[in-house]
């Protein structure tokens, strides 16, 4: 998962591409960038890092234009040292496109080699972005009937990118001198949603993959953009959208509603903070018929993401909600950080136990999900060590068994600890009481009943069902093994930001 949005507005975009970055931060805290334009020259700088840490004043200078693209990064293919894969790309021909990606192809490598052999491209890194860029220019170059792109041709070529890529993404992009395109593959597996805010100038347009990001930025929603459809703001600030996929289907990614997204967004006409209260609704049945109600007394979430579904398990169960962790908000989020020992270091530096909340108490504490093990064992271990008699533990969401391919860093079967356990293993492996997991119905029940439309998911990562049909255990295979024999970047150490002057830029200025 990765944090992207776009903007065309009346006024310098740098400070608010800025600030949709900070709020999209919890979506990938590698590496982030900026593009923004004038007419036809593009001003980028991206490195590695908190979007705090990669733009200076300097930086946010050398941003002019009343459009431009963001991307924090989040590492899922390709290297988490490598400078060189931080966000937006650029590719100067045809016409010049900057993009930025949420998701992950499945089928890079073929492209990459395809587009080498036959369309006469180098891919420069091994980040699946770079290829989506390079199969979106060469089918605008394709579909251009002259030296002038026309609606019709843009949107031809979101077509030939749909024939041609498979997985899951998300796009921002700009046109040199044409405007922001902006699709979603079409099984809308990551989330894509537009707003508008209303100007004395006009009618400014944003694309983000949260409608928090609107709801900061002072823009109201619009709608989410579709499966496989295609919008376009051209400079004038002229809207239009075109259904570019032959077979759409939403069927978003159920991970999006149990973890990655923020609870006080909106995704497909659902609020993520609905669905996780009623994933505890749904766990407290759960957790009544394997431990005795009486046998709990006190309900402790661990921050932030299960804290809706654990009230809700609280209040449905009637045993006393308490806070017993107290979260450092300047640690990141241990799933998405790059290298088990540096999430298993992590665990200890983010939470801290109230001790009167445990000491003498059976207590049941509540996740949002289960992947590697590591946190939840190091959280046992600290609700035992702050005198806890009896640690049970409940997740809202089912076990993870399988990779996600789509664009969340659970590559090998190997790192998930359900792979080839039953519950009780998976209990005593993190040193639990008992371990109570939400069924995967029950999950997708707890979204549609909020949205009957909604009915379908990718759930790949529990049931190994891949939703686009492409993914073989052969494919399997060959991920995890270039993981494991993968070699560190010689840019490991995560140093230096770069600024990219693409026509006549400047650096210039002082923090």
């Known amino acids: 998962m990765c944090g992207i949005l776009g903007v065309v507005a009346t006024t310098p975009v740098?400070?608010?591409?800025?600030?949709?970055?900070?709020?999209?931060?919890?979506?990938?805290?590698?590496?982030?960038?900026?593009?923004?334009?004038?007419?036809?020259?593009?001003?980028?700088?991206?490195g590695p890092g908190l979007v705090r840490d990669v733009f200076r004043t300097r930086n946010m200078r050398a941003l002019p234009g009343n459009w431009g693209i963001g991307h924090c990064r989040y590492p899922t293919a390709g290297s988490a040292w490598n400078f060189a894969e931080a966000q937006p790309f650029y590719v100067n021909s045809p016409f010049g496109i900057t993009l930025a990606h949420n998701g992950n192809l499945t089928n890079s490598e073929e492209l990459k080699r395809v587009m080498f052999e036959q369309d006469l491209r180098h891919v420069n890194t091994n980040s699946d972005s770079e290829v989506l860029l390079n199969v979106l220019a060469h089918e605008?170059?394709?579909?251009?009937?002259?030296?002038?792109?026309?609606l019709d041709t843009i949107f031809a070529a979101v077509a030939g990118v749909h024939r041609r890529c498979k997985g899951a993404y998300a796009v921002v992009a700009m046109i040199a001198g044409y405007g922001l395109l902006a699709f979603r593959d079409p099984y809308g597996i990551r989330p894509l949603v537009v707003g508008t805010n209303e100007t004395m100038a006009g009618t400014e347009y944003l694309v983000a993959s949260e409608s928090v990001t609107l709801d900061t930025l002072g823009f109201q929603v619009m709608r989410d953009v579709a499966p496989g459809e295609a919008v376009f703001i051209d400079l004038n600030l002229k809207f239009s959208a075109r259904q570019c996929a032959e077979k759409?289907?939403?069927?978003?990614?159920?991970?999006?509603?149990?973890?990655?997204?923020?609870?006080?967004?909106?995704?497909?006409?659902?609020?993520?903070?609905?669905?996780?209260?009623s994933m505890g609704e749904f766990l407290a049945e759960k957790v009544k018929k394997f431990i005795p109600v009486e046998e709990i007394d006190v309900v402790i979430p661990i921050p932030d993401s299960s804290r809706p579904s654990a009230m809700q398990l609280a209040q449905k169960l009637g045993i006393p909600y308490r806070e017993g962790f107290v979260k450092n908000r300047y640690v990141g989020r241990t799933f998405i950080m790059p290298g088990q020992a540096m999430r298993k270091k992590s665990v200890r530096q983010k939470l801290n136990t109230v001790g009167q909340e445990f000491k003498g108490k059976r207590v049941l504490l509540v996740d949002d999900s289960i992947v590697r093990g590591t946190t939840s064992?190091?959280?046992?271990?600290?609700?035992?060590?702050a005198g806890a008699l009896k640690v049970y533990f409940a997740s809202a969401a089912p076990p993870v068994r399988y990779p996600n391919v789509y664009g969340i860093d659970m590559p090998t079967r190997a790192e998930l600890i359900a792979t080839d356990r039953t519950g009780e293993e998976i209990a005593r492996e993190i040193g639990a009481d008992a371990l109570v997991y939400q069924d995967l119905e029950a999950l997708e029940a707890s979204i549609t009943a909020l949205?009957?439309?909604?009915?379908?998911?990718?759930?790949?990562?529990?049931n190994g069902c891949y939703i686009t049909g492409d993914?073989?255990?052969?494919?399997?295979?060959?991920?995890?093994?270039?993981?494991?024999?993968?070699?560190?970047?010689?840019?490991?150490?995560?140093?230096?930001?770069?600024?990219?002057?693409?026509?006549?830029?400047?650096?210039?200025g002082q923090d």
């Open 14 to 46: 740098n400070q608010l591409l800025y600030d949709g970055l900070m709020v999209l931060q919890h979506r990938g805290q590698d590496a982030a960038g900026i593009a923004t334009a004038e007419g036809h020259t593009f001003h980028l700088h991206k």
């Open 451 to 462: 949205n009957p439309d909604l009915n379908v998911f990718d759930t790949s990562c529990f």
């Open 377 to 385: 064992r190091e959280i046992v271990e600290m609700a035992r060590a």
């Open 248 to 277: 759409p289907m939403l069927a978003p990614c159920i991970f999006e509603y149990v973890y990655l997204a923020r609870p006080d967004s909106m995704m497909d006409g659902v609020s993520v903070y609905e669905t996780r209260l």
């Open 140 to 150: 605008l170059q394709a579909h251009a009937k002259g030296p002038r792109l026309d």
């Open 471 to 508: 993914v073989t255990p052969e494919y399997l295979n060959h991920v995890e093994n270039k993981r494991n024999g993968k070699a560190k970047s010689s840019d490991e150490d995560g140093t230096g930001s770069r600024q990219m002057v693409l026509g006549l830029a400047s650096d210039e």
